[in-house]
């Protein structure tokens, strides 16, 4: 859930869901789209690609965004893709892979859709590595390729000091919180308003654990059951009433 909403396309709905880049992206879209949800999380996932590899970077950028252009462009087999201009990409890359984000920009717009906010994870990068990323994602923010600029962390010591760090260079202007412990969403509460108050937009993401889903949490399915609509559509219909951003 975030506390300063995004400034979503108008029309967007205000609940988003994460996805991890790969085969089954389209199938996972179109339920989603069905199902009212128009802001979605592309991450791309950079654990197997060894430091300093450039040349598997590329290749790596290439097959990412192959796989992406492939389920946007299924959207119009499914006859989906009249939504485009409601749709909102936030493109979560870590700082390794952020040399893949021209062939990714190429794959989402050619299919006739942008790429709102680019964030980069904080996870395993020191400072050179957030240093250089962050200066690569001002490159694409100046050629209009992206509006917003953000990070996407675990709440710890790093994201602070990296949210110092790339302020040197260019604000940032989404900080994504990855609770991923079960907890309850005012896991970091305070540290989150702390970097509100400062006109940045917090979300927060994997309130359950990676076991957990919330469209599959019991009482959310008996609610939704009982008012005769989805548990993604409750969940629409919860950050709509909250005034907030639910990922």
């Known amino acids: 859930a975030s506390l300063l909403p995004l400034e979503l ?12 880049v790969g085969s089954d992206l389209c199938d996972s879209m179109c339920a989603a789209l069905c199902n009212g949800i128009r802001h979605f999380h592309l991450v791309v996932d950079g654990d197997n690609i ?3 590899n450039n040349s598997l970077v590329l290749l790596e950028g290439r097959l990412r965004a192959m796989q992406v252009g492939k389920a946007l462009h299924n ?10 201009s409601g749709i909102f990409f936030t493109l979560v890359t870590p700082s390794s892979l952020v040399g893949c984000f021209e062939e990714m920009h190429k794959a989402i717009v050619g299919s006739g859709y942008n790429i709102d906010c680019w964030s980069m994870s904080v996870r395993g990068a020191n400072k050179a590595k957030l240093t ?18 953000g990070l ?12 110092t760090l790339v302020n040197k260079i260019e604000k940032v202007c989404v900080v994504t919180l990855d609770a991923a412990a079960g907890q309850a969403y005012d896991v970091g509460l305070a540290y ?20 957990h889903s919330f469209l599959k949490d019991e009482t959310v399915k008996k609610v939704a059951w009982e008012l005769g609509i989805s548990p993604a559509m409750l969940a629409v219909k919860w950050a709509e009433a909250k005034n907030a951003t639910a990922v």
Do not use: R
């Open 9 to 20: 396309p108008s029309g967007a709905a205000t609940v988003s869901i994460q996805l991890l």
């Open 50 to 52: 060894p430091a300093g």
């Open 75 to 84: 959207l119009k087999a499914h006859g989906l893709h009249y939504l485009h």
């Open 132 to 149: 250089n990323g962050w200066k690569v994602m001002l490159q694409a923010k100046q050629s209009k390729h992206v509006s917003k600029l």
């Open 152 to 163: 996407w962390g675990c709440g710890s010591k790093s994201l602070p000091e990296a949210i």
């Open 192 to 211: 989150a308003q702390s970097i509100q108050s400062h006109g940045v937009a917090v979300e927060f993401v994997n309130m359950y654990k990676p076991d």
